[in-house]
């Protein structure tokens, strides 16, 4: 059981069965799922499967990644075994608290701030939505695709203020257009397909279990280039770009309607976001 002091924090549960238990929610979490931990929260993640549960993790901050490199070892080094002492700096140097290690807990006899909250989600849990179709263009077209996407984590989601999480699908030869975020970096992790991806000047196939970071103002488009549906996460390091999802989408219970272009274009002015095709202004070019 530990917590990090000052960052949110998302773990995917890329293969394996889980428990988790997160402040005072519990529950058995498989492949595909997900959970929100906010900074401050107690945490303690357990692997009740058969097999070997396979996660990521991404922070809202900087800071853990120090606990990690000081506990550890790079693959060509040879171990050598750490004193409690030495996990006590190392916990320290991360901005965490382990509660078994008689570490001083600083947010001990404090009343916690209201913010985020913890969320424990299975794979086909969270606000499910549908591409709004372009003139001409079939409403299943694009990442988003009836019963396949979702937005997790965000403020009107779980009221998370630093990080931000959608799912989503590609069917074979479909495509991401090329656009920029003008205020949040993004991390694209590809959990199943091939897509070749387009980011400043640099072109690469990536494959599942590959990713990609985007930084902010920085051009990028993505294709699906395989045979079989893509599927992917993108994580934002700040609100925006879920605003102009439901901008231009439907809850999925919802018929979705052709969208104008002056539609598109107040979508994408909504979420901070620029499409090379549109003919919207850039603010950095």
């Given at each position: 059981?530990?917590?990090?002091?000052?960052?949110?924090?998302?773990?995917?549960?890329?293969?394996?069965?889980?428990?988790?238990?997160?402040g005072n929610?519990e529950?058995?979490?498989?492949?595909?799922?997900?959970?929100?931990?906010?900074?401050?929260?107690?945490?303690?993640?357990?692997n009740?499967?058969?097999?070997?549960?396979?996660?990521?993790?991404?922070?809202?901050?900087?800071?853990f990644?120090?606990?990690?490199?000081?506990e550890?070892?790079?693959?060509?080094?040879?171990?050598t075994?750490?004193?409690?002492?030495?996990?006590?700096?190392?916990?320290?140097?991360?901005?965490?608290?382990?509660?078994?290690?008689?570490?001083?807990?600083?947010?001990?006899?404090?009343?916690?701030?209201?913010?985020a909250?913890?969320?424990?989600?299975?794979?086909n849990?969270?606000?499910?939505?549908?591409?709004?179709?372009?003139?001409?263009?079939?409403?299943?077209?694009?990442?988003?695709?009836?019963?396949?996407?979702f937005?997790?984590?965000?403020p009107?989601?779980?009221?998370?203020?630093?990080?931000v999480?959608?799912?989503g699908?590609?069917?074979?030869?479909?495509?991401i257009?090329?656009?920029?975020?003008?205020?949040?970096?993004e991390?694209?992790?590809?959990?199943?397909g091939?897509?070749?991806?387009?980011?400043?000047?640099?072109?690469?196939?990536?494959?599942?279990?590959?990713?990609?970071?985007?930084?902010?103002?920085?051009?990028?488009?993505?294709?699906?280039i395989?045979?079989?549906?893509?599927?992917?996460?993108a994580?934002?390091?700040?609100?925006?770009?879920e605003d102009?999802?439901r901008?231009?989408s439907?809850?999925?219970?919802?018929?979705?309607?052709?969208?104008?272009?002056?539609?598109?274009?107040e979508?994408?002015?909504?979420?901070?976001?620029v499409?090379?095709d549109?003919?919207?202004?850039?603010?950095k070019?």
């Amino acid at each position: 059981m530990h917590k990090h002091l000052e960052q949110d924090e998302i773990i995917l549960i890329e293969q394996g069965t889980i428990h988790a238990h997160v402040g005072n929610q519990e529950r058995d979490l498989h492949a595909g799922g997900m959970v929100f931990i906010p900074a401050h929260t107690w945490v303690s993640v357990k692997n009740t499967g058969t097999e070997t549960a396979s996660t990521v993790s991404i922070f809202s901050a900087p800071g853990f990644e120090d606990h990690l490199r000081c506990e550890s070892v790079l693959a060509s080094e040879k171990l050598t075994t750490i004193s409690r002492a030495e996990e006590n700096e190392c916990d320290h140097l991360g901005h965490v608290v382990y509660r078994d290690r008689g570490e001083k807990d600083p947010d001990s006899g404090t009343t916690a701030e209201s913010g985020a909250k913890p969320l424990l989600l299975e794979k086909n849990e969270g606000e499910q939505r549908t591409w709004r179709p372009e003139p001409g263009e079939a409403a299943s077209n694009g990442l988003i695709i009836t019963g396949g996407s979702f937005i997790k984590v965000s403020p009107k989601n779980n009221g998370s203020q630093h990080l931000v999480l959608m799912t989503g699908s590609m069917a074979p030869g479909d495509a991401i257009p090329t656009h920029k975020h003008l205020g949040q970096d993004e991390i694209l992790l590809i959990e199943e397909g091939t897509v070749r991806v387009h980011l400043g000047d640099q072109y690469r196939d990536i494959h599942a279990g590959g990713m990609v970071f985007i930084p902010a103002y920085t051009w990028v488009g993505v294709n699906n280039i395989g045979s079989e549906t893509e599927r992917g996460v993108a994580i934002f390091s700040a609100p925006g770009f879920e605003d102009h999802v439901r901008c231009e989408s439907v809850p999925v219970s919802e018929k979705p309607t052709t969208m104008t272009p002056a539609e598109e274009n107040e979508c994408a002015h909504v979420g901070h976001v620029v499409y090379r095709d549109r003919g919207e202004q850039d603010s950095k070019n």
